[in-house]
T-cell receptor, first 112, second 118 residues
Framework: DAKTTQPPSMDCAEGRAANLPCNHS???????VYWYRQIHSQGPQYIIH???NNETNEMASLIITEDRKSSTLILPHATLRDTAVYYC?????????????FGGGTRLMVKP | GAGVSQSPSNKVTEKGKDVELRCDPI?????LYWYRQSLGQGLEFLIY????????KSGLPSDRFSAERTGGSVSTLTIQRTQQEDSAVYLC????????????????FGNGTRLTVT
């Protein structure tokens, strides 16, 4: 699986947009980009995923660059409950087993 | 609907004892994964089940670790002769297999079992 790099930590003011970057410069054409987050003492929570096009759901938006070498997760109006570690993962869709490799993630701190 | 359920939520055991951890996946999810997470670390893949196929055991760290999935639903992870280095949070996840040959469905995780070996 392609490796991803994320900043180790970020701060965001409550109510503002949180923009979390991820670099995946070695991504291949059939790898999806997934975002999960983990709040303390809970299991990882799925947020969003995409292949080429930008995606939006009730939780967030995912912006993928045209060359697919990087992406940004956007939380449009961050709340204190969005404080968590955010993981960006790339995944081959026909590699069923071991392919969710979680790196260090970005620790997002939403401040009042 | 109900999410992935794991039990117990916490388990303290003495070194050398065997433990069993249980996972109830989301109904209808054919894929089931076990991961473990040590304090402050990322997730380490352990084992994967998909339908009636042979499980992918490539992540099991030693032969003291085993897992079963009965009837394509509930799974049990067993650790024999526990060691202190087995202390971690053991996470279970399930997913749909959205199309034959494709595995792009997201994983849904339980809240894990925190295992402490004293």
């Amino acid at each position: 699986d392609a490796k991803t790099t994320q900043p180790p930590s970020m701060d965001c003011a409550e109510g503002r947009a949180a923009n979390l970057p991820c670099n995946h410069s070695t991504i291949s054409g059939n790898e999806y980009v997934y975002w999960y987050r983990q709040i303390h003492s809970q299991g990882p929570q799925y947020i969003i995923h995409g292949l080429k096009n930008n995606e939006t759901n009730e939780m967030a938006s995912l912006i993928i660059t045209e060359d697919r070498k990087s992406s940004t997760l956007i939380l449009p109006h961050a709340t204190l409950r969005d404080t968590a570690v955010y993981y960006c993962i790339v995944r081959v869709p026909n590699n069923a087993g071991n392919m969710l490799t979680f790196g260090g993630g970005t620790r997002l701190m939403v401040k009042p | 609907g109900a999410g992935v359920s794991q039990s117990p939520s916490n388990k303290v055991t003495e070194k050398g004892k065997d433990v069993e951890l249980r996972c109830d996946p989301i109904s209808g999810h054919t894929a089931l994964y076990w991961y473990r997470q040590s304090l402050g670390q990322g997730l380490e893949f352990l084992i994967y089940f998909q339908g009636n196929s042979a499980p992918d055991k490539s992540g099991l760290p030693s032969d003291r670790f085993s897992a079963e999935r009965t009837g394509g639903s509930v799974s049990t992870l067993t650790i024999q002769r526990t060691q202190q280095e087995d202390s971690a949070v053991y996470l279970c996840a399930s997913s749909l297999r959205s199309q034959p040959g494709l595995y792009n469905s997201p994983l849904h995780f339980g809240n894990g079992t925190r295992l402490t070996v004293t």
